[in-house]
């Protein structure tokens, strides 16, 4: 159990540590998808940072919804927005809607296969909705997506406790 409090706890410091967008990320969106993501994200920001850490729930998800709808709209204005659906999962996740995360990593994992963190985050947003199996084939997967022997073994490791903990 403890090893499994690990894999989620690194999982959520990568959820956390990349929840700022890049300019890579945002290159090549129209000013509407860009607009956006951007106030999805401030939404996001307030909420997180400013809402949570001072108890004050109610605000902070009064927030996040709107970031959802923001992040929403983007993907209504290109469905092929891989920052937009990155984004929504990170929000469904802090909220703890796992399978909603589930959903939107899964289409990170579609548009940017070479993705690690988006199979990374799928497979923990898995093990919290107790589909182990799914999360094992995450993985799976995302080993076949690098030729990086380090990245291999670490999934290889999280596969393992994975398993272990089913």
């Known amino acids: ?11 959520f410091f990568l959820l956390l540590s990349a929840m700022t967008p890049s300019p890579a990320a945002e290159s090549g969106q129209s000013a509407k998808e860009s607009d956006h993501n951007g106030k999805g994200l401030q939404y996001y920001n307030e909420a997180f940072y400013r809402h949570l850490p001072n108890g004050n729930k109610q605000e902070a998800d009064r ?12 993907i209504a204005s290109n469905p092929r ?10 929000v469904y996740s802090v909220k703890k809607d796992f399978l909603q995360a589930a959903e939107a990593f899964s289409a990170v994992t579609m548009l940017e296969p070479s993705d690690m963190d988006a199979y990374l985050q799928l497979a923990v947003s898995y093990t919290h909705i107790d589909k182990f199996a799914e999360a094992v084939r995450t993985l799976e997967l995302a080993k076949t997506k690098t030729d990086d022997p380090r990245a291999i ?3 290889d490791e999280y596969i393992g406790k994975i398993r272990e903990r089913n």
Do not use: Q
């Open 153 to 155: 073994g670490k999934l």
């Open 63 to 74: 927030l996040f919804n709107l970031a959802v709808t923001e992040f929403k709209d983007a």
């Open 1 to 11: 159990m403890r090893t499994m409090r690990c894999f989620l706890f690194a999982g």
């Open 81 to 90: 927005n891989a920052a937009a659906y990155r984004n929504l999962a990170r």
